[in-house]
């Protein structure tokens, strides 16, 4: 079945700090993947996404991601938190043949000062 | 200009009740979904509409569910006999067309629904 996991439920960085969110797929075929940030009271905002192509791809906010078939991994990093970079975040992803993205359960990111 | 809309933002109602949840969509997109988010978990795939028609209410959970989207962009999700397990937030979003490969889904901000 296709799934996709994020393993860390929370993660706590200094903010300055590099950050590296995981993300892990199944899937069939190579699906298109993304990233997305949710803050208190806030829709779901795509900071990236993989269609093909450059492994790694670059975002809005600072951040990037790296596409690793080998290890059926889509990670987000970020070089330098800032405390405004607290929120939850979620790895989807999808065949190119479907509409639905499918979830997973998401990060907590905590920032401290 | 304006993204994904959703009314009311926050609801509670008593077990038993019927809702309704409305998502105005971004204006000129085909595509509109409904997702459900329980709390620590992932959004869930509801129903998804290409148009006026539900292309796809496979993940409805059952037939209290029900949603419509008559002239091609507001839909409203209706939920009859609402139970405590309804409780959830509620996400509608929106593409410009098909929704496949990799175009984007815009996100509103959600109906948080508690059930009492």
């Known amino acids: 079945a296709q799934s996709v996991t994020q393993p860390d439920i929370h993660i706590t960085v200094s903010e300055g700090a590099s950050l590296e969110l995981r993300c892990n797929y199944s899937?069939?075929?190579?699906?298109?993947l993304f990233w997305y940030v949710q803050s208190p009271g806030q829709g779901l905002q795509l900071l990236l996404k993989y269609f093909s192509g450059d492994t790694l791809v670059q975002g809005i906010k600072g951040f990037e991601a790296e596409f690793k078939r080998s290890q059926s991994s889509f990670n987000l990093r970020k070089p330098s938190v800032h405390w405004s970079d607290a929120a939850e975040y979620f790895c989807?992803?999808?065949?190119?043949?479907?509409?639905?993205?499918?979830f997973g359960s998401g990060t907590r990111l905590l920032v401290r000062p | 200009g304006a993204g994904v809309s959703q009314t009311p933002s926050n609801k509670v109602t008593e077990k038993g009740k019927y809702v309704e949840l409305r998502c105005d969509p971004i204006?000129?997109?085909?595509?509109l979904y409904w997702y459900r988010q329980s709390l620590g978990q992932g959004p869930e795939f509801l129903i998804y509409f290409q148009g006026t028609g539900a292309a796809d209410d496979s993940g409805l959970p059952n037939d209290r569910f029900f949603a419509v989207r008559p002239e091609g962009s507001v839909s409203t999700l209706k939920i009859q006999r609402t139970e405590r397990g309804d409780s959830a937030v509620y996400l509608c979003?929106?593409?410009?067309?098909?929704?496949?490969?990799?175009?984007?889904?815009?996100f509103g901000p959600g109906t948080r629904l508690l059930v009492l």
């Open positions: 979003a929106s593409s410009l067309n098909s929704g496949r490969e990799g175009e984007t889904q815009y």
């Open positions: 989807a992803g999808k065949m190119d043949s479907s509409y639905k993205l499918i």
């Open positions: 899937y069939g075929a190579t699906p298109y």
């Open positions: 204006s000129g997109h085909t595509a």
